[in-house]
């Protein structure tokens, strides 16, 4: 009685069930055939068993290279869903032709790579599907499934074939009249299993991030088996976002799309998103101006930090105290301080460009204007609701370096992908971009590295470089999560990016597996090298392996120097005059002459870090 209420609230273990039963039915049924088969093709004994011998070794090392060799890479290459659907779609192929072609070898051939699959990937894959499921309850269903329900399904294919040798007295082949419907509903049964762990683990995270929001232990909720609270009313319904449905071509207001993002969004979060589209027109030359409005307010939205910006205060007393602990040229760093602010200047409303499209595109393509500036031009185009401001946006990321100008692109564009659902983000330019932010990203971790390794001191642990090379790497993860925005739900992401960043690995990992089963297996080969649950942010703390080969490190820095992210190239130049590098100095006189102030500023000040005791 209490395995059938566990398994009468959950459509999830109801799935599980019924997938490990029909795969031990399946499976059975194809090795009750090539056993006829086998006797057919080899009536002596002798024979008979030396060709069982060979064909169970055959099985063993099939399934030992599929286990150490391409297990791991279908999870992590294609994921769950083609994992779980690699068993049903071979056997459905199989029995196909062996009902229209009964040979031996075609049975052996099915058989075999039934076996093995079943001793190597769908096993794996089985346990996965485990993960889910509340620890607690995970040890009650699990013996059940594994032994009831197994012997079970083995027990109803021995009275199919019962049914179909001693009473019928039908050939072998006729058995896949029986295997082939049950292979379809196999796979069907594999697609509605997967979206349903898909919608178990978010429900799960939403749990656990309505707990970790709670005032009081006492509304901590208990997670059921599909994740879901047993007292929290925003944690025992589906979330908004999933059941709320508007008609074909109509997209939600912002009210309603805030609220289907965000369990118990409040009045003031959902003010603050209207505040930045209201009133919404879309809009031309002669539309831009009505539909632009006001930027006075700067207060968090449902999606945190994604929709944000941030204050540079943190990064600007971090420069402070790093040029301040190693006794820089005052003027020198008076200046970098100053061009540092300027560069980062917050745009207020009253600065906000006027005229059209066209002026506006004119002023973001003009270089002699300020960063802010242009800054403020690209969010006053990102409030036009038209495609041909995403493409334009788009087209900024593609050709622009400026690691502002490139943020204020993607904010513009999140902002549309919520507000408005017809538009249309091209997967390929996405995940260029993507990779580009990836790339960023490691190389601000190689430069961590590379001073971790040559600092002759002791490492503080507030050293403001690794504190500013730590903000940089968050900024960039917030960039590329962004982008994934554009191109999944975005109440999806967020959630996931707030997971991520929880203390308990646990989570991360659900967090990192609702991802994994969110993005294609082309953007899942971009991204996952960076996350990795037990080191997501965490990799620039660890020491590093190993000496640094000399040359890497020269042509890490330099490139970190002459990108066009100027935070980056700042930090670095601070980075080289602390460590002394001397054999940067050709490098360090050229970026003094020749970059953009701020770097040429930055390039200065290393100079005096480096020469001056």
Known sequence: KGFANL????????????????????????????????????????????????????????????????????LRRWGLRAALMALPLGALMGSSALLLFPLLWVAVGTELYDASMNYSLQQTTKEVLYLPIDRSIRYKVKPFIDMVVFRFGKGIAALVGIVFFNVLLL????????????????????????????????TMLQARAISRRSPSPAQASTVAVDGRSNDHPAASTPAPAQTQKYPSGESPSPHDRAAASVPGGSAAELAAIDAWFSPRHPGGDAGAAQTRTSAASEEPGPFGSLTDRHPVEQKLSLIDRLLAANDAQPTAAKELLQELKAYEAPLMASAEPGGGVAQLKALIRDERE???????AIRAIARVADQAVVEYLLGILMVEED?????????GLVRLRLFWRRFEFPMATIRGQIAKEVATYERIAHVARIYRHYLRTALAADDPLITLLRLLMEETVEQIFRLLMLLYPPEDIHLIYEQLRAPDTYVRSDAIELLDNLVDPAIRMIIFPILDENRFLSIIEEEPLGGQDPVLAYRV????????????????LCAIGRLRLTTLHLELEKASRHAPPIVSTAAKVAIHLATHP
């Open 7 to 74: 398994l009468g609230r959950s459509r999830y273990l109801l799935l599980l069930v019924a997938l490990v039963g029909l795969n031990k039915l399946v499976s059975t049924l194809l090795s009750y055939q090539l056993n006829t088969f086998i006797e057919q093709g080899f009536p002596e004994a002798n024979a008979r068993t030396t060709f069982t011998s060979v064909y169970f070794g055959a099985v063993n090392i099939a399934a030992f290279v599929i286990q150490f060799c391409l297990t791991s890479w279908v």
């Open 171 to 202: 050939p072998a082949r006729y058995l896949n009249v029986l295997v082939v419907p049950l292979s379809v509903v196999w796979l069907l049964l594999t697609i509605g299993l997967r979206r349903e762990y898909v919608v178990t683990i978010r």
């Open 370 to 376: 300020s960063i802010a500036s242009r800054r403020q």
């Open 403 to 411: 690691a502002l100008l490139r943020r204020e692109a993607v904010l």
């Open 557 to 572: 820095l330099q490139e970190a120097i002459w990108n066009h992210h100027h935070w980056l190239s700042v930090v670095t």
